[in-house]
T-cell receptor, first 115, second 112 residues
Framework: GENVEQHPSTLSVQEGDSAVIKCTYS??????FPWYKQELGKGPQLIID?????GEKKDQRIAVTLNKTAKHFSLHITETQPEDSAVYFCAASIIGGGGADGLTFGKGTHLIIQP | EAQVTQNPRYLITVTGKKLTVTCSQNMNHEYMSWYRQDPGLGLRQIYY???????DKGDVPEGYKVSRKEKRNFPLILESPSPNQTSLYFC???????????FGSGTRLTVV
């Protein structure tokens, strides 16, 4: 089955700086890669996603890049703000393949924004 | 408001006492799924459903049951809970053709 590795487990950056979180996946059939943000006491919230036919996607301060050949994808947050402090999860899945449904998650990155 | 609603939010129970965690979504989503979240292990899928009366096992299904009699509801049943099922549980749903799951707020279960 799919295996997703996520690094680093903790990331501390100064407010205003950029943060980058990296993930690798094992199953070359995976074609959908979402990123979730989880704040304390809440469920994961989808913040951005990318499909395998796209190399990069941006939404304001957040961007995701995908390298299918190397099987890795990354989350980039620019101009970080205190409200960006949370745990971030990457995930991978196969959409439309007719097989099992669901996301395989990385173990999460605790992002800390230092004032 | 479009959402996934789980109940209860917190539950403390004793070993062996059957319990049900309810999950309901108001977005007419075809797919629904249950995950458990444990420190150091992340989120792992328990069961999923592709539509009414269609369910299948995820990565950690042992000790759990589910049913999907209506499109909006996907309850998680623990017939004989054990302490190793102490965890934070999330229900999620997504529409067909899109990969983005919407998660509920979670149910923190403690089995003593």
């Amino acid at each position: 089955g799919e295996n997703v590795e996520q690094h680093p487990s903790t990331l501390s950056v100064q407010e205003g700086d950029s943060a980058v979180i990296k993930c690798t996946y094992s199953d070359s059939a995976s074609n959908y890669f979402p990123w979730y943000k989880q704040e304390l006491g809440k469920g994961p919230q989808l913040i951005i996603d990318i499909r395998s036919n796209v190399g990069e996607k941006k939404d304001q301060r957040i961007a995701v890049t995908l390298n299918k050949t190397a099987k890795h994808f990354s989350l980039h947050i620019t101009e970080t703000q205190p409200e960006d402090s949370a745990v971030y999860f990457c995930a991978a899945s196969i959409i439309g393949g007719g097989g099992a449904d669901g996301l395989t998650f990385g173990k999460g990155t605790h992002l800390i924004i230092q004032p | 408001e479009a959402q996934v609603t789980q109940n209860p939010r917190y539950l403390i129970t004793v070993t062996g006492k059957k319990l049900t965690v309810t999950c309901s979504q108001n977005m007419n989503h075809e797919y629904m799924s249950w995950y458990r979240q444990d420190p150091g292990l992340g989120l792992r899928q328990i069961y999923y459903s592709m539509n009414v009366e269609v369910t299948d096992k995820g990565d950690v299904p042992e000790g759990y049951k589910v049913s999907r009699k209506e499109k909006r509801n996907f309850p998680l049943i623990l017939e004989s809970p054990s302490p190793n099922q102490t965890s934070l549980y999330f229900c999620a749903s997504r529409p067909g053709g899109s990969g983005g799951y919407t998660f509920g707020s979670g149910t923190r279960l403690t089995v003593v």
